[in-house]
């Protein structure tokens, strides 16, 4: 069965430092999300993607994340300047359609930030 | 603020019992996803509703979509250690709105 995939599943930086996660989403599919959720706290929405731009994002998504789909399979996520409240499970997700929005996650990739 | 509210927020039962979580929220949604979540790993899907009143079944699971479309409940029969875990719902507004607003999830223990 088609799935998410992320990697690394662990990434540990220093503050300040820019960090690049990447995510391959199910092959058919053309919508992508990034979500991240706190330890402890619930699942929260950063940003959508579809044709090639930005379609929505949250106020957390502000001008040190960006993302971008530099090829036909991979979608990444940049943290520029990380800080310690960065640290948290990212997760993609893709989805075939927005009828139904169903969305399928990734494992994810626990950023700590140091 | 969209909020998902879920309940209970913990659950304790022993194998065999049946049970009920609750999704709710004051926002009419286009659909409503259930998800499984085990710690350290992504959201699982299990099922979406789409439709006001619309009931799914999964072998034990029954999920139902409220009738106006703000609210939903999963049914656990005869529950099994195996369905331990975190069940999350997360509302979705369809159109231009793609993303999904969660609930803060269940945490269900099932007892052998």
Not at chain 2, 25 to 39: A, C, K
Not at chain 2, 40 to 59: A, D
């Amino acid at each position: 069965e088609p799935e998410v995939t992320q990697t690394p599943s662990h990434q540990v930086t220093q503050m300040g430092q820019e960090v690049i996660l990447r995510c391959v989403p199910i092959s058919n599919h053309l919508y992508f999300y990034w979500y991240r959720q706190i330890l402890g706290q619930k699942v929260e929405f950063l940003v959508s993607f579809y044709n090639n731009e930005i379609s929505e994002k949250s106020e957390i998504f502000d001008d040190q994340f960006s993302v971008e789909r530099p090829d036909g399979s991979n979608f990444t996520l940049k943290i520029r300047s990380t800080k310690l409240e960065d640290s948290a499970m990212y997760f993609c997700a893709s989805s075939g359609s927005r009828v139904g929005n169903t969305q399928y996650f990734g494992p994810g990739t626990r950023l700590t930030v140091l | 603020t969209q909020l998902l509210e879920q309940s209970p927020q913990f659950l304790s039962i022993q194998e065999g019992e049946n049970l009920t979580v609750y999704c709710n929220s004051s926002s009419v949604f286009s659909s409503l996803q259930w998800y499984r979540q085990e710690p350290g790993e992504g959201p699982v899907l299990l099922v979406t509703v789409v439709t006001g009143g619309e009931v799914k079944k999964l072998k034990r699971l029954t999920f139902q979509f409220g009738d106006a479309r703000k609210d939903s409940s999963l049914h656990i029969t005869a529950a099994q250690p195996g369905d331990t875990g975190l069940y999350l719902c997360a509302g979705g507004y369809g159109g231009s709105q793609g993303n999904l607003i969660f609930g803060k999830g269940t945490k269900l223990s099932v007892k052998p």
